[in-house]
């Protein structure tokens, strides 16, 4: 079994934002992927970067910091920033580690930021 | 515990234990061997995934809790990726049942220098690179024992 098939990263395209919807899980093993979608062309020249969680069933601390290194370098780049919430054990896990307070958070990836 | 979530992972087998632990990466001052049923499975980088469900499916069974549940599997993957990571790339998972509680195991032969350090409270974004602080808040018992012959870490979580 590889280990990219347990995630899927659905990238869209619209007015003003880039959205990375993350589906399945996301560990040790398949966070590059993420990595590569984060620094991927299509992101540098939008206003605004979502990731989009609710497909998320599983996050690591592996992931997590990948979430934190993709908010920093979209503050870098002069970008905004946010997440959606994930599954109960993501949500467990950004609680735990406090850095869910420090994540702009929106209902759905529909929400426009203000 | 049934062997039949143990498909993935074929290696994996029930063992009953009266003895000291025979390893050669047992700690010194290894944790004191509990009697009785034991699962044990061997892993390795590339079963993460695997593993994540064995613990899920046998703590389902045995009735823990979804949340409890969900962060034992949390707690077990963090403990085998630091194994993957930094205690030689293998492990072995011990899984079993007391009374009140589910004990998962994580054997390997890294050597954790600093067993209190997960206690200290690291600011957020440091507690996202901690796998062993983040076991430590998720469990209700973590035992570590760890020597220059490799590392126990034993994770309990009550049965409500």
Same mark, same amino acid.
């Given at each position: 079994m590889g280990a990219p098939d347990q995630l899927r990263i659905d990238s869209r395209q619209e007015a003003d934002r880039v959205v990375l919807a993350l589906v399945g899980e996301l560990d040790m093993a398949n966070s590059p992927l993420l990595q590569r979608s984060i620094e991927s062309p299509e992101l540098q020249e939008t206003k605004t970067v979502v990731l989009d969680l609710q497909g998320l069933t599983f996050l690591d601390s592996t992931g997590l910091r990948i979430i934190l290194s993709a908010r920093e370098l979209c503050w870098r780049r002069g970008q905004e920033f946010a997440v959606t919430p994930g599954s109960q054990q993501v949500q467990r896990l950004l609680s735990v580690t406090g850095v869910g307070e420090h994540l702009r958070t929106l209902a759905t990836a529909d929400e426009v930021l203000a | 515990m049934a062997a039949s979530s143990a498909n993935a992972?074929?290696?994996?087998?029930?063992?009953? +234990?009266?003895?000291?632990?025979?390893?050669?990466?047992?700690?010194?001052?290894?944790?004191?061997?509990?009697?009785?049923?034991?699962?044990?499975?061997?892993?390795?980088?590339?079963?993460?995934?695997?593993?994540?469900?064995?613990?899920?499916?046998?703590? +389902?069974?045995?009735?823990?809790?979804?949340?409890?549940?969900?962060?034992?599997?949390?707690?077990?993957?963090?403990?085998?990726?630091?194994?993957?990571?930094? !205690? !030689?790339g293998v492990g072995?998972?011990?899984?079993?049942? +007391?009374?009140?509680e589910l004990v998962c195991e994580i054997q390997d032969a890294g050597y954790i220098r600093d067993p209190l350090g997960p206690r200290h409270l690291p600011?957020?974004?440091?507690?996202?690179?901690?796998?062993?602080?983040?076991?430590?808040?998720?469990?209700?018992?973590?035992e570590i024992a760890s020597s220059p012959r490799g590392s126990q870490v034993r994770m309990h979580k009550r049965l409500d």
């Open positions: - | 992972l074929s290696n994996g087998r029930l063992c009953v +234990t009266e003895g000291p632990l025979q390893d050669a990466c047992l700690p010194a001052d290894g944790l004191p061997r509990p009697r009785g049923d034991i699962w044990e499975i061997p892993f390795a980088g590339a079963d993460l995934f695997e593993l994540r469900q064995l613990v899920w499916s046998w703590a +389902t069974k045995e009735a823990l809790g979804g949340e409890a549940t969900e962060e034992l599997v949390l707690a077990v993957h963090e403990v085998a990726t630091n194994s993957v990571r930094h !205690g !030689g072995m998972l011990r899984l079993w049942r +007391t009374g009140e600011g957020s974004e440091a507690a996202a690179s901690r796998g062993l602080w983040i076991t430590e808040q998720i469990c209700d018992l973590v």
